[in-house]
């Protein structure tokens, strides 16, 4: 493997795991809300409409997130596309409730890395 093809490769593995375990640690927080509590991120009239309570919502947020970091360690060159929408989504919704619009601007720049991590793993797996 040349030096280039070493780059890339070494960039690819750091995004993947990246974009594969902070998913699910952000996940698995969701049932412990030792970093935050994550309900508070819920757009206001999203929480009110749940039959449920928001801590429950979080929680299937949070299985989704892990399902989605696992696929991303797994099949980065499709994983990172899910990883990605999901992040849009989310940014989506804090923009649209008007709360916490720095975490909204995070989460997109996030998105970009993980469509770019996408995109480059498609190129490396054609090349393997």
């Known amino acids: 493997m040349d030096e280039k093809m070493k780059t890339i490769s070494g960039v690819q593995t750091l995004l993947k795991f990246t974009y594969g375990l902070i998913p699910i640690a952000a996940g698995t927080d969701k049932f412990t809300n030792l970093l935050t509590d994550w309900a508070k991120y819920l757009h206001p ?73 996408a995109k480059l793993s498609a190129v490396t797996d054609q090349n393997k």
């Open 45 to 117: 009239s999203l929480a009110s409409a749940l039959p449920f309570k928001p801590s429950v919502f979080m929680m299937i947020v949070g299985v989704i997130e892990i399902v989605a970091g696992i696929i991303v360690l797994a099949k980065p060159a499709k994983g990172a596309y899910i990883v990605s929408a999901w992040l849009i989504l989310i940014a989506l919704s804090l923009l649209a409730s008007g709360n916490y619009l720095d975490v909204a601007v995070r989460d997109l720049a996030m998105a970009i890395g993980a469509f770019s991590l």
